[in-house]
C-alpha cells in the first residue's frame, strides 16, 4: 500500500473510533498508536522501504508510548 492510504485510514480510524467511553491512557494508546502507524508508513514510504512494515513498527511504537505518557503503567 502507498503511504497517503495508511494516512487516511489512520484518520479514519482515529477520527471513527470514538474516545467518548475510554480511559485517558486508553485515548493515549490510541492515538500513539494512529500517529506511530502513520508516521512510521510515510517515513518508511519516502525512504523507499515497506510502507507496511513501517506502519506495523511505527504503530506498535506508538501505541507503547501513548500508554506509558497515559499513566497506564503506574496502574495495577
Known sequence: M????FIAIAAL???T????GMTPTQQRTLSGG???AAGGALLT???GGN???????????GAL???ILGGGHHKR
Open 2 to 5: 502507498k503511504p497517503k492510504k
Open 13 to 15: 480510524v482515529s477520527v
Open 17 to 20: 473510533a470514538g474516545c467518548a
Open 34 to 36: 494512529a500517529i506511530g
Open 45 to 47: 514510504g519516502i525512504a
Open 51 to 61: 510502507a507496511a512494515v513501517g506502519a506495523t513498527l511505527g504503530g506498535a511504537a
Open 65 to 67: 508510548t501513548g500508554y
